[in-house]
C-alpha cells in the first residue's frame, strides 16, 4: 500500500502560503542552466508586487538572469525560519514559477527600495533589470507529514 | 566596458566553502521535475560523507527522489546563516551536482544518525534511501562583490 504524504489543501494551509510571500524578502532561485542542463541555484532578494507576485530585481551579470532570458522556467523556495528548534520543521513554500522580464518598472522601483533601501546604489545601473515570477504551481511543506499542493488561485493569484 | 564580479579563487574562499560543507545539516536541493521541465526545489538533510561528499536521505514518496531517477543533474545551496544583519550578505554556497543512489548504505548509517538522530524512526522504511551528491562545480558567495568560482579540487575533493 502506498502512503500518499500530501493532505488536502486547507484553509491554514492557504493562509501559511499567503502569508509566508507577503513577509518574503529574500528567496532561493532555480533556472535552468543551459550550458549544462543542470539546474543553477542562487539567493536572491525577492518580495511580492502589489498583486501578489513575486518580484525580483537581478544583474544580467549573473548566471541567474542569462539563464532566465534563454528558459523562463524556474523555482523559488520561501522559507521562514524559526528562532530555535530543528530547521526541517520550519515552513517552506516551493513555487514552480515563469519568469517575466518587466517592460515598465516604474510601479515596482518606490516599493522595492522601501523593502531593500540598500539597493538604492545599483538599482539604476543600466545592467540590472526587474522580473517578476509567475507561479503555476506551489508545494507548501510544514514540517513532517505536512504537506500541501497549492494553486495560484490557492496564493490568492488569478 | 563590461566588469567582471567573479574574483580569483583565494585559499580563504576555499577554506570558508570546505567549512561550510563540513558544517552543513541541511541545504536546498534543486532537481530537474520531468514532467514540466522546470527546476523542482525542497529543502533537505545533507551532510558530507567521510570522504567530504554530500550525502542526502531522500523518501522514494518525494518529487525529488522520482526526478533524480530520471535525471540525476541537480545542484545544492548551502547556508551559513548568520545571527544579524542583512541576509543577502551571509555566505552562500551554490553547487552543481551529479545524484547517485547509494547501494551499500552501511558505512553512512551510523554518521548519519549521529547528526540526524530523530532520522531513526525513518532511516529503515523501505522507501527511504541515500544518495550520493557528487560536486561538478561551485560558487561562492560570500557577500556583495565576494564571488568565487570552486572547482571539486577547491572542495577538497578529487
Known sequence: MTRDPIRATS???RQTARQMLAAMRHAVLAVNDPETGHPHLSKIACQIDAGGV???LLSGLAVHSRALATDPRAAL?????GDRGDPMTWPRLSLQVVAQG?????????RWLRAHPKAAVFIDLPDFRFWRLMPQAGF????FGAA?????ADL???
Open 11 to 13: 484553509d491554514d494551509a
Open 77 to 81: 523556495l520561501v522559507e521562514a525560519p
Open 54 to 56: 513575486p518580484v525580483a
Open 140 to 143: 507548501l511543506n510544514a514540517g
Open 102 to 110: 518587466v517592460a515598465d518598472p516604474a510601479g515596482l522601483r518606490d
Open 156 to 158: 490568492g493569484l488569478s
Open 148 to 152: 500541501f499542493r497549492l494553486t495560484p
